[in-house]
């Protein structure tokens, strides 16, 4: 992998992520743009503990333009993007509406192909295993910067999780403080500890493989199961067997077999409705351990995929118990999506 850093117009970072190490990136961004003028601000909920960021500039941000103006293409023929470059492998740039921004942490945005009309599941190995290079090394960069606590990479695909761009991309987020499920996670982590002497997300995947069946895929370094108490239709988490706090912590060979089970795993979904459907939308989610917990190495590194689908043509609203008071409701038994999941595999 090379890695290429540089300026847009408006001072933010772009970073070039190439396979090839004699790829030259020296296109300059000639658009006028006006310096970044973000009002993010963080405050915090005293009755339920959380954070909540006010970011009142995103109400201006590019909002689903045509596919002949998608600003996540490479620029060409005098139409300028956010990527100066004619192509490109994998790109990782500072978001210029960001949610997170200065002393209330990061916002930047990852392209993981220059074709508008992908998906991540149509990348083949070796272009997967560069976005995983490339979540990697912006977690690794992002940790060093004193206004982030826990780094928070994702994918949203599909207008009906609200994505505005449909060119494939995800982002990454640099917290300054560590989320609530995270939270949630440490707390729950702790109590078992404290009660057991064990990890907890050891026992839970130990008790994932020992029940078997809501597993959907089990690999030599990674294993995927539907959890007992999904929250969504379809859910699958992702563990690598070997447990590590973050991406930074993978071996070799967790490396290597995670872009083949994480792509098998992205057509699974995209079958689970059967043909003529489209395309299923879903939110990829890295959970990852924040930087300043007293021992990060009980905590579990797991990638959360799951779809808002929960049937053809219907869709899963939070309504007002899931929305009003955070008690989920499941139409779809976790043991009969893993069962669907396993059908739908590839021949």
């Given at each position: 992998m ?7 117009a ?5 970073i ?6 004699d790829?030259?990136?020296?296109a300059?961004?000639?658009r006028?743009?006006d310096?970044i003028a973000?009002s993010?601000?963080i ?7 959380d ?15 045509p596919?002949d103006?998608?600003?996540?293409c ?11 470059a004619?192509?490109y ?5 500072e ?11 990061r916002c ?22 560069l976005?995983?290079e490339?979540w990697t090394?912006?977690?690794?960069e992002?940790a060093?910067?004193?206004s982030?606590e826990?780094?928070?990479c994702?994918e ?6 609200g ?11 640099g917290?300054?403080?560590a ?14 500890r ?9 026992d839970?995947?130990a008790?994932e ?9 089990d ?12 929250h ?7 563990y ?6 973050d ?6 060979g967790a ?15 995209d079958r689970i ?29 797991h ?29 779809v038994?976790?043991e009969?999506a893993?069962e669907?999941l396993?059908?739908v595999?590839?021949?």
């Amino acid at each position: 992998m090379k890695k290429t850093a540089t300026r847009l117009a408006d001072g933010r970072e772009l970073i070039y992520y190439d396979a090839r190490d004699d790829a030259v990136r020296d296109a300059v961004d000639p658009r006028p743009l006006d310096p970044i003028a973000t009002s993010s601000e963080i405050r915090h909920d005293r009755l339920l503990g959380d954070n909540v960021a006010v970011a009142s500039h995103r109400q201006g941000r590019t909002y689903h333009p045509p596919a002949d103006e998608c600003p996540l293409c490479p620029s060409r023929e005098g139409r300028h993007s956010e990527i100066p470059a004619a192509d490109y492998d994998v790109v990782v740039f500072e978001n210029r509406f960001p949610s997170l921004a200065g002393d209330s942490g990061r916002c930047e945005v990852v392209c993981f192909t220059s074709d508008h009309n992908a998906s991540f599941a149509d990348l083949t190995v070796e272009q997967a295993a560069l976005v995983l290079e490339a979540w990697t090394d912006r977690t690794a960069e992002l940790a060093d910067l004193p206004s982030v606590e826990q780094v928070f990479c994702f994918e949203n695909r599909g207008k009906e999780i609200g994505v505005t761009l449909g060119h494939p991309h995800g982002q990454i987020y640099g917290y300054p403080f560590a989320t609530p499920r995270t939270q949630l996670m440490l707390r729950s982590l702790a109590e078992h500890r404290g009660r057991t002497g064990r990890n907890l997300f050891d026992d839970v995947v130990a008790d994932e493989r020992a029940d078997g069946r809501r597993i959907v895929m089990d690999g030599e370094h990674w294993i995927a199961f539907v959890p007992y108490a999904a929250h969504w239709p379809y859910e699958v988490h992702l563990y690598p067997k070997r447990r590590v706090p973050d991406l930074r912590d993978l071996d070799e060979g967790a490396r290597t077999e995670f872009p083949q089970m994480y792509l098998e795993l992205l057509k699974r979904f995209d079958r689970i409705f059967g043909q003529g459907e489209p395309p299923t939308p879903y939110i990829a989610a890295w959970h990852q351990a924040p930087f300043s917990i007293a021992d990060r190495g009980e905590f579990a590194l797991h990638l959360e995929l799951f779809t808002i689908r929960r049937t053809s043509g219907k869709l899963k609203f939070l309504a007002g118990s899931e929305s009003g008071m955070n008690v989920f409701i499941n139409d779809v038994p976790p043991e009969a999506a893993a069962e669907r999941l396993r059908e739908v595999a590839s021949k």
